[in-house]
């Protein structure tokens, strides 16, 4: 199943990297996520939208549309852009106050992604969730 912006439903990618049950089929999987993530345009790529800290290079952009945010991302990066799948995948079309009750870090915990997540990806990472929470 896929959402508006053809990615897949948070449900099914949860339950696919909870499913995997080794480190390289986890790689796997953020690998085959990575490609459900449409590119950003090179005018979306900006200083402003850069996620600073990252290891790669990523851009986040948010676009609210009826209380509700909508978000676009993109990484040089092909396992980082399984990441932003994860991650977009738990605030996608939520609203502002839905995203900020949530505790994006438990959340993502729960996606399996650790063995992934080295100190420096982890700061990332903490980056991305950060701008995300706090985005106006």
């Known amino acids: 199943m896929t959402d508006s912006l053809g990615q897949q439903k948070p449900v099914n990618i949860k ?5 995997c049950r080794s480190k390289e089929e ?5 690998v085959t ?9 090179t005018e979306e790529k900006t200083e402003q939208n850069k996620i600073k800290g990252c290891e790669s290079a990523v851009w986040l952009v948010m676009e609210e549309n009826d209380d509700r945010r909508h978000f676009k991302a993109d990484s040089d990066a092909k396992l980082m852009r399984g990441v932003l ?3 977009l995948s738990l605030v996608e079309g ?3 106050t839905d995203i900020q009750q949530m505790d994006l870090k438990a ?4 996606l399996n992604l ?5 100190s420096s990806r982890t700061n990332g990472v ?5 701008k995300i929470k706090n985005e106006t």
């Open 85 to 87: 799948v994860a991650i």
């Open 107 to 110: 959340e993502l915990a729960e």
């Open 94 to 96: 939520k609203t502002q």
């Open 26 to 30: 986890t790689f796997k999987a953020l």
């Open 15 to 19: 339950a696919q990297l909870q499913a």
């Open 114 to 118: 650790s063995s992934y997540l080295t």
């Open 126 to 130: 903490l980056a991305i969730l950060h």
């Open 33 to 41: 996520l990575s490609k459900t993530l449409p590119r950003l345009s």
